[in-house]
């Protein structure tokens, strides 16, 4: 498969898959509710070593994004086991390459379950390939950690999300262009879930808060073809762009954006999938001065944060940037350490039982787990992008905020789920 595009067979089979998950997800499956029918995968904790399973996408148009945070899990996995494992047990992670398809998600989740019998699987990037492994945790009752910013209206029995859900970034990003004068929006995204139902959601929140949506553009992952979408966006007459692409497809929008004269001055861009690892790929003179929203930069100031950067970039090279999803990462392997230490058990049912209020003094400040939702309270911030490719806050929510992932507190998604 190449870099820069998904194999018809895996987005087709992807679609179906999707389609199947997307029902279960629509009958609203809460947290507590186990629909499954089997007696769940027996994780094996009898040695000196438990398995725990590390699903990213080591190669494919993902990878630009994913390798850092297969990297951060692996930091994570080695500072528990430096500091002496959990439950007196060290860490043994095993790796599956996701391969930016969606369908091999779900075949490597099922491998890492049922095969290597971990106690937990620590990954997933796109809500795709969320979505195609949700029916295989639930089935087998076995714990994804899923790490990214997700478009929310989603929960269950066996996911826990450590990256935002939408109230926690793309809401307070649109409350931060709103108050800026910036009413009136072109939607940009990737054709997939993620983007399409965030735009929904964004859509939804013009409609009750003033705003206008102007247009709204899909590439596949993996385009490399974007001037037809960029000269829409310039004649459109919008203050800004909501950005939803994913993947190495960022390098070519931003490109063309600036070689057709587009500036951050003249026309900003808001990203919610562009972190500093993208940065470095795309190159910091195509985004200075652009957008984002996200909970964490390397920049983001505190003890917790220093330390992290610091083993980050001795692990795996000065020049290395820490991000927002490698941050999340890294977050969920230690928070499902306290939990499990809390439960004084492996056990799945005892874990998630052990969950709620688990607190843990990340590199993004203290956060805490909402048992009830199996998300994390979160602080929102919007960073610019700086010539030397870093990202500087430049506002934040001032504190944690708890998740709604049905977006039950706002009388304008009314409807949405």
């Not at 509710?33 to 494919?60: C, E, F, H, I, Q």
């Not at 979408?229 to 929008?253: C, Q, R």
């Not at 230490?341 to 056990?347: C, I, Q, T």
């Not at 919007?382 to 507190?409: C, H, M, N």
Request: charged share 20%; proline share 4%.
């Amino acid at each position: 498969m190449s870099g820069l595009s998904i194999s018809r067979r895996g987005l087709l089979t992807g679609l179906s898959v999707l389609g199947a998950s997307a029902a279960i997800g629509a009958c609203g499956a809460k947290t507590g509710s186990d629909r499954t029918s089997t007696a769940g995968a027996k994780a094996d904790t009898s040695g000196d070593t438990v398995r725990v399973g590390l699903l990213n996408s080591l190669s494919g148009t993902m990878a630009i994004s994913e390798v850092t945070v297969h990297n951060a899990l692996l930091l994570a996995v080695k500072e528990i086991n430096a500091d002496g494992g959990v439950l007196g047990k060290k860490l043994d992670p095993v790796s599956q390459d996701g391969a930016s398809d969606w369908p091999t998600f779900a075949e490597k989740a099922e491998a890492l379950i049922t095969g290597d019998k971990v106690a937990a699987t620590f990954g997933c990037w796109t809500s795709a390939s969320r979505k195609a492994v949700k029916p295989v945790f639930e089935r087998h009752r076995s714990l994804l950690f899923y790490p990214v910013q997700y478009e929310g209206l989603e929960q269950s029995p066996y996911i826990f999300y450590t990256g935002a859900t939408t109230n926690q970034q793309i809401v307070p990003a649109l409350d931060y262009l709103r108050k800026k004068g910036l009413t009136r929006l072109y939607l940009v995204g990737s054709d997939y879930v993620f983007p399409r139902t965030a735009n929904k959601i964004i859509r939804a929140y013009a409609k009750g808060n003033g705003m206008r949506v102007l247009g709204e553009d899909y590439a596949p992952l993996g385009s490399t073809e974007f001037s037809t979408i960029v000269n829409k966006v310039k004649e459109s007459g919008a203050d800004a762009v909501f950005n939803t692409l994913n993947g190495d497809s960022n390098v070519a929008f931003f490109k063309e954006y600036k070689s057709s004269g587009l500036s951050a001055k003249a026309l900003p861009v808001l990203s919610v999938s562009i972190a500093e690892e993208e940065v470095k790929s795309i190159g910091a003179p195509y985004l200075e001065g652009q957008l984002t929203a996200w909970n964490y930069y390397q920049t983001t100031p505190g003890a917790a944060n220093t330390a992290f950067v610091e083993a980050y970039q001795a692990a795996y090279g000065k020049d290395k940037p820490t991000s927002d999803p490698m941050e999340a990462a890294y977050l969920s392997v230690h928070l499902w350490k306290a939990m499990v230490e809390k439960a004084g058990s492996f056990d799945v049912a005892k874990v998630k039982a052990a969950a709620d209020g688990i607190t843990f003094d990340a590199p993004e400040g203290t956060t805490t787990v909402d048992g009830a939702t199996q998300h994390v309270h979160k602080t929102a911030r919007i960073g610019r992008i700086g010539a030397d490719g870093l990202i500087t806050e430049v506002w934040s929510s001032g504190g944690p905020i708890k998740p709604d992932p049905y977006l039950k507190g706002y009388d304008w998604a009314s409807g949405l789920s």
